[in-house]
């Protein structure tokens, strides 16, 4: 009985070893094998099973725990090392899930309604036209080149920024003077005039007078530059020699 479970025991213990099994095992096994080995202490085993079975001598639980402990403990441990890396990496993809969750409500919570083109890659808005309009994140929206904020907008038939006021095909928006102005505009002479549609000076008078601009001067019918200038108190041209009365 002895030799046959020593055999077992030495085989086990050689599974034991190969296998790598926890140092608990194997330092129970090592143990349990050098005290049977001396023999010469039977008293020894005593303390050390003892814990393990209390009240039945030592001897007999030895053979009986042997062969029990092998098929009990290998199933333990062996779902035991995939386990921890399992548990390790569960949590780590719910972070990761719970990150990207937590972006994506960020990104929703502000009322920014951008969203990412496909084709340049840039946080783009409603209307983007790839190459000729960015996203303007203080004005929110889609702008083109020279935009300036609370001034200027994208408009989408002239393909681009312009002020209010704005006339497609007719006006477009001067950085200098800061608003709308038509074809011929001299900044701080000329000025857009939305009944006759076009630059005016600044003593315009609609339906009467038009800005000339070689003599960069509202100017009436008839008039010849160099020659004519316009008279406001006769309202209309006269000679150069036109003068009135001192009053
Ligand atoms: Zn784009
Ligand atoms: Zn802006
Ligand atoms: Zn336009
Ligand atoms: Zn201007
Ligand atoms: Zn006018
Ligand atoms: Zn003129
Ligand atoms: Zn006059």
């Known amino acids: 009985m002895g030799k046959g479970f020593w055999g077992i025991g030495l085989i086990c213990l050689a599974i034991f070893l190969c296998s790598c099994t926890t140092t608990r095992t194997e330092v129970r096994e090592m143990r349990e094998h050098e005290l049977r080995e001396e ?3 039977p008293v020894e085993p005593t303390p050390e099973e003892a814990p393990s079975v209390p009240g039945i001598p030592p001897e007999e639980i030895a053979p009986e725990e042997e062969p029990e402990e092998i098929p009990e403990e290998t199933p333990e441990e062996a779902p035991s090392v995939p386990e921890i890396p399992s548990e390790e990496i569960a949590p780590e ?16 919570s502000m009322d920014d309604p951008s969203f990412q083109c496909t084709t340049c890659n840039e946080a783009v808005g409603e209307g983007h036209i790839c190459g000729l309009t960015t996203y303007c994140q203080q004005c929110l929206e889609e ?3 020279g935009h300036v904020c609370d001034l200027t907008f994208f408009c989408y038939d002239c393909k681009k920024e312009v002020g209010d006021g704005h006339i497609c095909d007719i006006t477009t928006f001067c950085l200098n003077c800061e608003e709308e102005v038509g074809e011929d505009h001299i900044c701080d002479v000329t000025y857009f005039c939305y009944d006759c549609e076009k630059e005016v000076g600044d003593e315009h008078i609609c339906g009467v007078t038009q800005f000339c601009s070689v003599c960069k001067v509202e100017a009436g019918e008839g008039h010849v530059c160099g020659k004519t200038y316009f008279c406001f108190d006769c309202e209309k041209e006269a000679s150069t020699e036109h003068q009135h009365e001192i009053q």
Do not use: F, N, P, T
Not at 95 to 108: P, T
């Open 39 to 41: 023999k010469a202490a």
């Open 93 to 108: 993809e719910e972070l990761k899930a719970e990150d990207i969750g937590r972006y994506y409500e960020e990104m929703e």
């Open 143 to 145: 702008v083109g080149s």
